[in-house]
């Protein structure tokens, strides 16, 4: 029942120095690392990583607008665009820019129910709204509202799988055979 995670610490968790902590609190888990790197990311790299199907661009930007109504403003004042697949070509760009920006830890954690114990360990995408104790609660602010009124990627320190089938695609685009010791 071992399961396996891809986790990045993306260029903004680098640059303040939180590569030990966010180990450190992985290793807690009693999850194994069994693969660790630090990876200058090219562009196509970064795009395959982000890999979507057609329906993501038309669902994350119907998200969008619906945050903007929710907030009764236009997307368009701050993102430039404003139909769903437009936004979400937007989002995807944004994701690439912010994993290419720096030097990034890829890890390969493993374990029984690794995606899961990872990503309540990492807390919600937005940090703002993560938990106390999450790795992003504790050293992350960043908000959706931030990320689009200054026109950036939400700083969000840490990528971790989403799913089982996400883990194994994403450990064969980060690492070699040889890389990872079981």
């Known amino acids: 029942m071992n399961e396996q ?24 888990t009693g999850l194994e690392l069994i693969a660790c790197k630090m990876v200058k990311v090219p562009e196509d790299m970064a795009m395959k990583h982000y890999e979507v199907n057609e329906d993501w661009y038309e669902n994350i930007g119907n998200k ?19 139909t769903p697949r437009e936004i979400g070509e937007y989002v995807i760009q944004q994701n690439v820019n912010y994993l290419t920006e720096g030097p ?29 104790g999450t790795i992003r609660g504790d050293f992350g602010y960043y908000s959706a509202t931030l990320a689009n009124q200054t026109k950036t990627p939400s700083y969000n320190l840490v990528h971790a799988s989403g799913t089982p089938e996400e883990g194994e695609f994403e450990r064969k685009l980060w690492f070699k055979e040889d890389e990872i010791y079981d």
Not at 9 to 17: E, I, S, Y
Not at 64 to 82: A, S, T
């Open 5 to 28: 995670s891809v986790v990045l610490v993306k260029p903004d968790g680098v640059r303040r120095h939180l590569i030990g902590e966010i180990i450190s609190r992985l290793e807690q």
């Open 64 to 82: 969008i607008i619906k945050f903007y109504e929710k907030h009764g403003k236009d997307p368009k004042e701050d993102l430039g665009v404003n």
């Open 104 to 132: 990034v830890v890829a890890m390969v954690w493993q374990g029984p129910h690794a995606v899961e114990v990872i990503r309540k360990k990492v807390g919600s995408t937005y940090p703002k709204e993560a938990a106390p």
